[in-house]
């Protein structure tokens, strides 16, 4: 009889924790028996109620247990979401990750913000704390922490803006997608993730794959729109209209400035309601950000107030987070995928801010989170070598080749001739071309900005070119 699917989550739990150390997925299938689909859903599953630890890349991917829970404690089920923002809860879910390591010094401000609703006094948005912004004078982060943060995140070669975040894009779609998305509430595992992508849209997809799919193409748009319009209001607005497609009761409401009251739930903060004056403020906070000159400050800086001015009906802060990858990009730095952050942590960071314009508790959140997304990235950027001089110089001109020849069915002959490279360096980017075609998968198409229907339909046709 097929096991169900709490015997078979439990059989893979006791496997791993067996294990002296961590575990591949095939050796675990080994012992099981069972198929290795079957076998993934199950560790993704595990993954997401944290019981499981993921790390690794590709063939290298190995699973470990977490802490073992108290006798009894051990529950699998998924995981309720909490809405965001919201003040700490008292009693953390049984598979909740240890707190957030929180300095001494912020503390007091902890203990602050989690006191009870009615012993917080109401406050209004403060357009002084964007106003009083200097850039490259005042910093919302420590000097050296973001002088620190940009030495260990940027790229060491001179390369065209953007080149980090396409070289690392098949994985800042995942993490970045799933983890925005996981603050928000949403139910899908990483597993989950990967397939949806890999699948693309459907009739069926339901609120939180619509959510999942709208930031992988709204990573893509940014990864496109920002290396040449830069850090602009539109881009920005775009950014929300393409997060929000499909989610909010208005569609008048995609990309538009918010006309209509916004309370914050769980907090005494009340937004500012004045469609001119966002407006407005959302000028302000763009073009100081543009101004700055640190890339990290820059981040940290559009991430804090985006959120804290609620400019849209909906989906600010998940804007705010894709946002904050945007000087890092045109500065070539790591991105910032918010690896590994919980969501009451998280919400105790905005809240900090909402309430006393404190950025004490989002500064060690965003370092300790961007630290990792540095170890992570530059990790993948190290595993791809150096970088062909012929696919740098013509990295716009391969990408443009392989979307003819897949999307519009033209013959690779063609699509070459009609891009104008130098007839020296003709025969090595066409070779170039040749070995991306026989490798290109459903899987690695976004590099592309290729859809996984389209590319598996080509796929399927005999790869014609």
Known sequence: MPRSTRDLDTAVLDIVRAQ????????????????????????????????????????????????????????????????VPVAVPVAAPVAARPAFPWSRDVLPLVAALRAPLGTRSPVSYKRDFVLRYLPNTS?????????????????????????????????????????????????????????????????????????????KEA?????DAVPTEGVTVPVVRNLQAVLMHGLLPDPADLGAIRNRIVNIQGSVYLPLQVPTLLEEMLGAVIDKARQVHNAVEAAFFLWVNLAYLQPF???????????????????????LSFLDVESHDYALAMLG??????VSLAVELFEWTYRRSILKYNAIVESLGGPDPVRSRYREQLGEAIRQVVYYGLAVGKAVDALGVPQADRAAFDAIVDTELQHLQPYNCARYRLPFGKTQAWIDAGRPR
């Not at 802060?317 to 991105?335: D, F, Q």
């Not at 801010?353 to 404190?358: G, S």
Request: net charge positive.
């Open 353 to 358: 801010v909402y309430e006393r314009c404190d």
């Open 20 to 83: 002296a150390g961590a575990i591949a997925a095939g050796a675990i299938q080994r012992q099981l028996g069972e198929p290795r689909a079957t076998v993934n859903r199950a560790l993704g599953r595990l993954v997401a109620q944290d019981l499981l630890k993921r790390s690794g890349l590709g063939r290298a991917v190995v699973y470990e247990a977490m802490l073992r829970k108290p006798a009894g404690a051990f529950v699998l089920q998924a995981r309720e979401p909490a809405p």
């Open 219 to 223: 990573i893509e748009f940014m990864v």
């Open 139 to 215: 910093s919302l982060l420590p000097g050296n922490l973001a002088t620190q943060l940009m030495d260990a995140g940027r790229s060491k070669e001179q390369q065209p803006a953007g080149t980090y975040a396409r070289k690392v894009l098949e994985q800042l779609l995942i993490d970045l997608s799933w983890s925005s998305s996981r603050l928000e509430g949403n139910r899908k595992s990483l597993l989950d993730t990967r397939e949806l992508f890999e699948r693309g849209r459907s009739p069926g997809d339901d609120r939180d794959a619509t959510m999942l799919l709208n930031h």
């Open 313 to 335: 009906a909906d989906g600010n802060k998940r804007t705010s987070r894709l946002a904050a990858n945007m000087p890092l990009m045109l500065s070539n730095c790591a991105p």
